[in-house]
């Protein structure tokens, strides 16, 4: 069976560990994970970024420090994974599900402004398959309304807006490293912090609201409980671990991305004879690679596509489900239609993608995607 999903390991991760073991010092914010933090400084030239345990902690935190409360309103996309809605219910806020896109399924952003109220506090773009939004857009209307904007980049590492990295163009940006991400540390995640005025509390937060981080540097002679927090910085081995994979991460790429042209390539003629959808990507985005997926005409035709797919050994899944209709929201939801979410929804579908996937794996998947539709 090819797997969807397999962690790639760079050789690294083992020697990394026994470095931090060496140093006996194995909680947060020790060498590695300050070597992390200097590693997004410099690759992508991001200010100030916090290693927390996952991406649903950051976007916690980006919750907490927009000071969202009851009767606020967050708008965000359906067609995403729970924790973008989550990380801002939990603080009591009033999800508003915008739709996605007909190129791809990323937030319509002719469809925004007439979800905004006086009650909005932020809009939630979510890269998704690590493409970017129509940031310049939804960048207007923040500006306009006074908005604030968090960008759910956790898929969105090394891909750019017009030039600029994910996650570095709204208020806050937020990386996974969960294990099915290009870059992993099993679970993890990256709060990266565009705005100043939020780093020193920022610190706080992630440290279970105390001013722990200041003490270590020396900034003042005690530390103690100065705002609320909790404990969101991950361990020095999950930072070690994770900056093996960053140091490896031209390989990983360029490993990635072959295999997404591959299937590309194998696949575009049913695309141009209007059997399946692919990836749409726009002019201002570039690809990362971290998904490659196609786009069914129905949920049965996808149902019957991952049975073929299977009996030939391949594992294809499908993605998120509209949270405007999940169990938890359907009845919170202003009843709108969001039809695009819904089709993606019922017929995107997701081929296997890693870095130790082979040439003659990716033949066998398009050859067998080919031979379902009769070509
Ligand atoms: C993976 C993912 C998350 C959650 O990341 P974790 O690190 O597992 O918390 C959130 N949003 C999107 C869009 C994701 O793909």
């Known amino acids: 069976m090819i797997r969807f999903n397999q962690p790639f390991e ?11 073991l060496k140093a006996k010092k194995l909680s947060g914010d020790y060498t590695f994970t300050k070597k992390c933090h200097e590693w997004f400084k410099e690759e992508y030239n991001l200010n100030k970024t916090l290693l ?9 935190m980006t919750a907490i420090l927009l000071n969202i409360k009851e009767g606020d309103e967050i708008i965000i996309p359906s067609f995403t994974f729970v924790s973008t809605a989550n990380a801002f219910r939990l603080r009591g806020a009033k999800i508003i599900f915008a739709d996605s896109g007909t190129n791809n399924p990323n937030l319509d952003t002719t469809k925004l402004e007439p979800l905004i109220t006086k009650r909005t506090k932020a809009i939630v773009p979510v890269h998704y398959a690590g493409i970017a939004c129509d940031m310049d857009e939804i960048l207007n209307l923040a500006k306009k309304y006074n908005l604030y904007v968090v960008e759910d980049a956790a898929q969105g590492i090394d891909s750019y807006y017009k030039g600029l990295p994910l996650g570095s163009i709204g208020h806050f940006g937020t990386f996974s490293f969960h294990e099915t991400k290009n870059v992993t540390s099993g679970e993890g995640g990256l709060l990266i912090i565009n705005d100043e005025k939020f780093e020193k509390r920022a610190e706080i937060i992630r440290e279970k609201g105390t001013n722990r981080s200041a ?10 409980w100065v705002d609320i927090g909790s404990s969101f910085l991950p361990s020095d081995i999950t930072a070690a671990f994770l900056l093996a994979q960053l140091e490896s991460i031209e ?3 360029k490993k990635r991305i072959n295999h997404w042209n591959q299937y590309y390539q194998k ?3 049913l695309e141009e004879e209007n059997f399946i959808q ?8 570039t690809n990362n690679a971290h998904m490659f997926y196609l786009i069914c005409k129905s949920i049965t035709e996808r149902t019957n596509l991952i049975n073929h797919l299977k009996e030939n050994g391949v594992h294809a899944v499908f993605h998120y489900l509209s949270l405007h209709k999940s169990v938890f929201y359907k009845d919170k939801h202003d009843g709108r239609d969001l039809q695009e979410a819904d089709r993606y929804s019922s017929c995107l579908l997701r081929l296997p993608m890693f870095v130790d996937l082979t040439n003659s794996q990716i033949e066998l998947i398009t050859n ?3 031979q379902f539709y009769g070509k």
């Open 368 to 370: 067998s995607i080919n």
């Open 10 to 20: 760079t050789g690294k991760e083992i020697i990394y560990f026994q470095q931090a």
């Open 267 to 269: 696949l575009k003629h």
């Open 52 to 60: 927390t345990t996952s991406c649903t902690d950051a976007l916690e």
């Open 278 to 285: 692919l990836p749409y990507i726009p002019d201002y985005a």
């Open 215 to 224: 003490f270590f540097r020396g900034e003042i002679d005690k530390y103690g």
């Open 251 to 253: 390989f990983i790429q």
